[in-house]
């Protein structure tokens, strides 16, 4: 079990990869004990996992990553009680890191090999692509998170042969590169 976590007030929600391959909450608080799990085997190799707390909703990418570079991932949804949509994104190339802009209902995530970062609204619609170096090697972002407060998103980003990757920030469009690391 690899789990990668989220937390928000009372609650935190795991991706458990591997065997178990699913989303659960663990609440924390006196007031709210136990384990839920919001998926039973319905995620496949999850990886990334982004909260909006105002609207109760989690997201999570399905790395399937099979052919490698092929989009045949996808993304999945669930509110906090469990209703799950899944595949709500499709054809994704080895998704990654997820956030959210909660203000604008905005999902980004990144596409390991797939050389970009990408944004669509919470259902799905209005998917594009904010950042791409297709076939660049040296750009496979991993993982990214939004501050919104000072309209910018931070990208990490793995290269083919930088053991220590570089981080980048970019306006929430994608626009104004800046290498930070």
């Not at 499709?90 to 090999?113: I, R």
Request: charged share 20%; aromatic share 12%; hydrophobic share 30%.
């Amino acid at each position: 079990f690899v789990p990668f976590g989220v937390f928000c007030p009372d609650t935190i929600f795991v991706a458990e990869q591997r065997d178990q391959a699913r989303i659960s909450s663990y609440g924390y608080d006196c007031r709210r004990k136990g384990t839920k799990h919001l998926t039973n085997q319905e995620a496949t190799k999850p990886v990334g996992l982004a909260v909006d707390d105002s609207t109760k909703q989690i997201f999570w990418s399905n790395d399937m990553d099979y052919p490698h570079g092929a989009p045949t991932s996808w993304l999945s949804k669930s509110t906090f009680a469990g209703n799950v949509t899944s595949h709500f994104v499709k054809s994704v190339d080895d998704p990654q890191g997820m956030d959210t802009a909660e203000s604008e209902q905005k999902l980004y995530w990144t596409q390991h090999y797939g050389n970009a970062v990408m944004r669509s609204n919470y259902d799905g619609s209005d998917t594009e692509t904010l950042v791409t170096k297709q076939g660049n090697e040296s750009f496979q972002p991993s993982d990214v998170a939004v501050d919104e407060i000072v309209g910018r998103m931070f990208v990490s980003v793995e290269g083919n042969e930088d053991i220590y990757g570089s981080l980048y920030s970019y306006n929430l469009n994608g626009t104004g590169e800046t290498l930070l690391k």
